[in-house]
């Protein structure tokens, strides 16, 4: 059985760093073909994609969001990490891992998410 | 890499069928058949409905259906039921290993 669960601080200020963290079971990250990405929601509003790791620690990232996020892994403890620089009120979202089937580009497992807030 | 074009809203009563609509590009929808569906209610994580345009994971009810026309897709759920009231997205691959994600639709159960 697949699980995921994202922890972190539920409330960040202005400029600082966000470091949330996934933990998962279910499957490893050292095996071909399996993928961790982040996708966030700002209340009421859409999802957006912001970063991916795959199990031979290739790392892609959001266009626009590039420059502020750093993604890693570390598989003896079965997490992924995702650090956001220079966090901005607009960053306000619930931030979601979720295991992504790229042969197929499908997020098949997801976290329940955990809400940041960005304010001083 | 812009996001998706999804309706806001959608309706239907329960029994009806109803068709969602996902607009992208050809560097994206159009240019490629990984367009899949997720269903979100309220306060809890998105959930696969539908991956490559038009297959089911397992568990999924056949009343929901995906398919593609060029640069649009659509998510068709026939037969409602009270519980697909929800938030619908849809997501494509958009090349170099980005996916991106439609604006939503929210669907009515009248």
């Known amino acids: 059985q697949v699980t995921l669960r994202e922890s972190g601080p539920a409330l960040v200020k202005p400029t600082e760093t966000l470091r949330l963290t996934c933990t998962f079971s279910?499957?490893?990250?050292?095996?071909?073909?399996?993928?961790v990405s982040w996708v966030r929601q700002p209340p009421g509003k859409a999802l957006e994609w912001l970063a991916r790791?795959?199990?031979?620690?290739?790392?892609y990232y959001s266009t626009p969001l590039k420059t502020r996020l750093t993604i890693s892994k570390d598989t003896s403890k079965n997490q992924v990490v995702l650090t956001m620089t220079n966090m901005d009120p607009v960053d306000t979202a619930t931030y979601y891992c979720?295991?992504?089937?790229?042969?197929?580009?499908?997020?098949?497992?997801w976290g329940p998410g955990t809400l940041v807030t960005v304010s001083s | 890499h812009s996001a998706l074009t999804q309706p806001p809203s959608a309706s239907g009563s329960p029994g009806q069928s109803v068709t969602i609509s996902c607009t992208g590009t050809?560097?994206?929808?159009?240019?490629?058949?990984?367009v899949s569906w997720y269903q979100q209610h309220p306060g809890k994580a998105p959930k696969i409905l539908i991956y490559?345009?038009?297959k089911r994971p397992s568990g999924v009810p056949d009343r929901f259906s995906g398919s593609k026309s060029g640069n649009m897709a659509s998510l068709t759920v026939s037969g409602l039921q009270a519980e697909d009231e929800a938030d619908y997205y849809c997501?494509?691959?958009?090349?170099?290993?980005?996916?991106?994600f439609g604006g939503g639709t929210r669907l009515t159960v009248l």
């Open positions: 279910g499957f490893s990250l050292t095996n071909s073909g399996m993928c």
């Open positions: 979720a295991r992504e089937d790229t042969a197929s580009v499908v997020f098949e497992h």
């Open positions: 997501s494509s691959y958009a090349g170099s290993n980005i996916v991106v």
């Open positions: 790791i795959d199990w031979d620690d290739d790392k």
């Open positions: 050809s560097s994206d929808v159009g240019g490629y058949n990984y």
């Open positions: 490559e345009v038009n």
